[in-house]
């Protein structure tokens, strides 16, 4: 059974840094893209970084230049590491494998002074 399991959401301080961890298990890791979104009350889920198999990243625009999604596959883990955080980053962060759609429960991530 494929489990992703989130970690590393707080609270930080407006300008400030996370690294978010997607750990992954029941499943071969390297052979699969995965997403990292995230989520506000009322709001659907924004795709917020992509990486391939191969290590190629795509961003949302409010990413860009801010956020940089990797992965380890030794680890089985990918991550998210945001810079110069801003209030409205503040969301429930979801990590995602494409293929067979499974998702993490999420983890918080609030921005506020």
């Known amino acids: 059974q494929v489990q992703l399991v989130e970690s590393g959401g707080g609270l930080v301080q407006p300008g400030g840094s996370l690294t978010l961890s997607c750990a992954v298990s029941g499943s071969i890791f390297d052979a699969y893209n995965m997403e990292w979104h995230r989520q506000t009350p009322g709001q659907q889920r924004e795709l917020v970084a992509t990486i391939t198999a191969g290590g190629v990243t795509r961003y949302a625009d409010s990413a860009k230049g801010r956020f940089t999604i990797s992965r380890d596959n030794l680890k089985n883990t990918v991550y998210l590491q945001m810079n110069s955080l801003k209030p409205e980053d503040t969301a429930v962060y979801y990590c995602?494998?494409?293929?067979?759609?499974?998702w993490g429960l999420g983890t918080q991530v609030t921005v506020s002074s």
């Open positions: 995602r494998r494409p293929i067979g759609n499974y």
